[in-house]
């Protein structure tokens, strides 16, 4: 069983910076690849981007590509996600998320945590 909390959303200004952290209970995190994935007011979840157990391995979605990072730091059984360049179609509650593999669809994950709100004004 493993808990999963997000902490840094808020309000962002169009061209700014945030950091999500995604903060895991449990001895097990880095047993885990972990994924963060967003939902917008009338859309479906989407992903974004996933790191492997290790963080050797990261992979983005090409609507974030270049301007957000994915990172882990297992000791501190904690998952990033750093956001810049950030634009309004950014905002969204952003989820991050626990799985055997760090794969792109929403059902492969097993835990997830309560989301976190990004909002961006323009």
């Known amino acids: 069983q493993v808990q999963l909390v997000e902490s840094g959303g808020g309000l962002v200004q169009a061209g700014g910076s945030l950091r999500l952290s995604c903060a895991a209970s449990?001895?097990?995190?880095?047993?885990?690849?972990m994924g963060w994935f967003r939902q917008a007011p009338g859309k479906e979840r989407e992903f974004v981007a996933s790191?492997?157990?290790?963080?050797?391995?990261?992979y983005y979605a090409d609507s974030v590509k270049y301007r957000f990072t994915i990172s882990r730091d297992n000791a501190k059984n904690t998952v990033y996600l750093q956001m810049n360049s950030v634009k309004p179609e950014d905002m969204a509650v952003y989820y991050c998320?626990?799985?055997?593999?760090?794969?792109?669809?929403?059902?492969?994950?097993?835990?997830w945590g309560q989301g976190t709100q990004v909002t961006v004004s323009s």
């Open positions: 998320a626990a799985g055997r593999y760090m794969v792109i669809t929403p059902d492969q994950y097993d835990y």
């Open positions: 449990g001895r097990t995190f880095s047993s885990y690849a």
């Open positions: 790191i492997s157990r290790s963080g050797g391995f990261t």
